[in-house]
């Protein structure tokens, strides 16, 4: 078996070709967060695989089951080389809410024990073509009835301690389209959070854009929120330009600007950002950008870019795999030098993990 780093870094970036619809769980084709993504299990390590890209119909790793041991394997280039398996379906799925909604459409299982939702399934720059983000699928699921509009406070409370008493999730990620307030959606995670540690005591990690006014912070912890997420996805001006016109007019140094201004409120090392390399921004770039969070306290969490079904970037390439292990090399020996790690985080996407390589590259 090939080094496991390298194996899981290969796998992102190639994808999974499955040879059985029939082995494990369908995985999830649009919508936010790790869409055309399914959760594997490849030696004891829960990851998220692309399995709907174009990328993934011609991957060398593919998945059968292997009649003789009745188990999955994972294949390359037709060689079995390390024992695969597949989260099993929540119990949380079978049921529906106080108000007939069913429990998927308001909350998903990430990775093996991290609950997931968008708490605001539109976005005010998503129906222009001038001011959407390219690789953006949000409202993609709410065409597709797997999901509704707005998530209540009271449905999310619901699902969350459903989740945690039949599946034992172990902490919750909270993200929002951008509604068109001067807020960026603070308000309502925050409204969304409070009655979620009201009826459960679950870590919350909340994402947005920066708000126009940074007391939000304040706010959003006293609410109960455990860690913050903002994501710059891109860097490089050019690069923001034209992949994400909208949130481009976002500066770069205001994100720095805000981030400044969280982490004294959610402390060291529990705000972080996702930048996701192969949208154009260089490995100079990326490292520059990763070394000055770092200094901030603010957790880079740096993910291959995976094209997703029916946006402008669906056919946009995957970063090669040795162009994302040069990175997470790098990247995880200034988080080990800064002594930041993943683990340590209350909440979030960094703490799962799944979504990347990174943190098997910080110590």
């Given at each position: 078996m090939m080094n496991k780093q390298r194996l899981i870094t290969e796998l992102q970036s190639a994808g999974l070709r499955l040879?059985?619809?029939?082995?494990?769980?369908?995985?999830?084709?649009?919508?936010?967060?790790?869409?055309?993504?399914?959760?594997?299990?490849?030696?004891?390590?829960?990851?998220?695989?692309?399995?709907?890209?174009?990328?993934?119909?011609?991957?060398?790793?593919?998945?059968?089951?292997?009649?003789?041991?009745e188990a999955i394997a994972l294949q390359h280039d037709g060689m079995a080389i390390a024992?695969?398996?597949?989260?099993?379906?929540?119990?949380?799925?079978?049921?529906?809410?106080?108000?007939?909604?069913?429990?998927?459409?308001?909350?998903?299982?990430?990775?093996?024990?991290?609950?997931?939702?968008?708490?605001?399934?539109?976005?005010?720059?998503?129906?222009?073509?001038?001011?959407?983000?390219?690789?953006?699928?949000?409202?993609?699921?709410?065409?597709?009835?797997?999901?509704?509009?707005?998530?209540?406070?009271?449905?999310?409370?619901?699902?969350?301690?459903?989740?945690?008493?039949?599946?034992?999730?172990?902490?919750?990620?909270?993200?929002?389209?951008?509604?068109?307030?001067?807020d960026r959606g603070a308000a309502y995670l925050t409204e969304c959070v409070k009655a979620i540690k009201a009826r459960i005591n679950i870590p919350i990690q909340v994402q947005c854009e920066p708000p126009d006014d940074f007391a939000w912070f304040a706010r959003m912890k006293e609410a109960g929120v455990d860690s913050?997420?903002?994501?710059?996805?891109?860097?490089?001006?050019?690069?923001?330009?034209?992949?994400?016109?909208?949130?481009?007019?976002?500066?770069?140094?205001?994100?720095?600007?805000?981030?400044?201004?969280?982490?004294?409120?959610?402390?060291?090392?529990?705000?972080?950002?996702?930048?996701?390399?192969?949208l154009g921004d260089s490995l100079e770039t990326l490292l520059e950008a990763c070394d000055r969070l770092i200094q901030l306290g603010v957790y880079p969490f740096v993910v291959p870019f995976v094209p997703i079904t029916d946006t402008p970037l669906a056919h946009h390439p995957s970063p090669s795999s040795d162009f994302m292990f040069s990175l997470y090399q790098q990247v995880g020996a200034m988080l080990k030098q800064a002594g930041m790690s993943s683990a340590d985080m209350n909440a979030g996407c960094a703490k799962c993990g799944a979504c990347s390589a990174l943190s098997m590259f910080e110590s």
């Open positions: 040879l059985d619809q029939q082995v494990g769980a369908s995985g999830r084709k649009g919508g936010a967060g790790p869409s055309d993504h399914k959760a594997i299990t490849v030696d004891g390590t829960t990851v998220m695989v692309p399995i709907y890209t174009s990328a993934a119909a011609v991957s060398p790793f593919s998945a059968t089951v292997d009649a003789s041991a024992p695969l398996d597949f989260p099993e379906q929540p119990e949380f799925y079978r049921l529906t809410t106080a108000d007939g909604i069913p429990y998927s459409k308001i909350a998903l299982l990430h990775s093996r024990d991290v609950l997931a939702t968008t708490v605001l399934q539109t976005c005010m720059r998503y129906r222009d073509a001038a001011t959407a983000c390219q690789f953006c699928a949000i409202e993609k699921s709410l065409e597709g009835d797997r999901t509704i509009a707005r998530k209540t406070p009271a449905q999310l409370a619901e699902v969350a301690e459903a989740a945690v008493r039949l599946d034992g999730v172990k902490h919750m990620v909270m993200t929002t389209g951008t509604p068109n307030t001067s913050l997420g903002m994501h710059l996805e891109a860097v490089d001006p050019e690069v923001r330009d034209r992949i994400m016109p909208g949130k481009a007019t976002v500066p770069v140094e205001y994100y720095y600007e805000a981030f400044a201004a969280a982490v004294p409120v959610f402390g060291w090392g529990q705000v972080s950002t996702y930048l996701l390399a192969g």
